[in-house]
């Protein structure tokens, strides 16, 4: 075997796990990728050439042993597709987040394709293990219209659209009479009616709640607001108000838990990570900070 098929076949087996890894660092909500999701990717490049070097060592087909070569290949396509199912949940579950709308479209179309592209690849060519003549062709023309496509849309953004520039976040933001009629009611709902609160809130719940378009209001939070993401949005408001509960003093008996719960984080790991981003410590840390200032 040459060194242009091993360098296919690596290659090959390691993409659902790069695609994977990919998908959850682009398109996940401020994801950081963790020593075991690397772990958990090598495995589609892994199992594959570890089983074919075995054969190759000892000269002996795999395919003797049923069970094990059953187990060991279709784990391995299973395993491949698992990542590539979750990697799709991870973009349809971040996608109405975004509030950059060529930035949507561009991580979308990008995940889309490399996802339908993977799909064809391990269900034709390793599930059904067709070896049809004309196979070949069809699939390298499928990539070159997938690498072309990307590099399209990626020569077509703006500059900054991809990945969040630095900017500073706004702070107290108050409804002034130069704001626009719809800039107001989004802040005194935040202020005022504190939605922020509500569970699972969307930016389609949010847009219907007040009755502006769902385009208008991502404008909105983007252009005028400065966010990038809807989630950002809602957490600038819920460590505001979580912040000011640790200050108080009626508050320290409170677990920083219940205060995270009752202004609309789902749990104390979201709530903990969000609370660094902004102020750069722990929220018990500056609840001990608080109590030694008072």
Request: net charge neutral; with cysteine.
């Amino acid at each position: 075997m040459s060194i242009v098929w091993w360098a296919e076949y690596m290659a090959g087996n390691a993409l659902p796990g790069v695609f994977w890894l990919v998908s959850l660092s682009v398109f996940s909500d401020r994801q950081e990728l963790k020593r075991w999701q690397f772990y958990v990717a090598s495995m589609t490049l892994l199992i594959p050439t570890l089983s074919t070097l075995i054969q190759l060592t000892f000269g002996f087909d795999l395919r003797q042993f049923t069970g094990f070569y059953g187990l060991v290949t279709y784990g391995a396509l299973g395993l491949e597709l698992v990542l590539i199912c979750h990697a799709l949940v991870v973009v349809i579950k971040n996608w109405q987040a975004d509030l950059v709308q060529e930035r949507r479209y561009m991580r979308g179309s990008v995940i889309g394709l490399n996802a339908c592209y993977l799909v064809l690849v391990i269900v034709v060519e390793q599930l059904f293990d067709l070896e049809w003549s004309w196979l070949d062709p069809v699939k390298y023309a499928l990539l070159t219209m997938l690498t072309t496509t990307i590099n399209i849309l990626l020569f077509s953004l703006k500059e900054g659209t991809l990945f969040d520039p630095p900017h500073k976040k706004p702070q107290n933001i108050e409804p002034k009479k130069s704001h626009s009629p719809e800039l107001k009611r989004v802040l005194e709902c935040m202020l005022n009616e504190k939605l922020y609160r509500q569970e699972g809130i969307t930016i389609s719940v949010f847009s219907r709640h007040l009755g502006i378009h769902e385009y208008k209001l991502r404008q909105i939070i983007n252009g005028e607001l400065n966010y990038r993401n809807f989630n950002d949005f809602l957490n600038f408001y819920r460590i505001q108000e979580v912040t000011e509960n640790l200050s108080h003093t009626s508050h320290q008996q409170l677990p920083v838990l219940t205060l995270a719960l009752d202004s609309g984080f789902r749990s104390l790991s979201s709530f903990n990570k969000a609370f660094k981003n902004q102020h750069g410590i722990t929220p018990t840390e500056y609840r001990n900070q608080q109590a030694l200032s008072n």
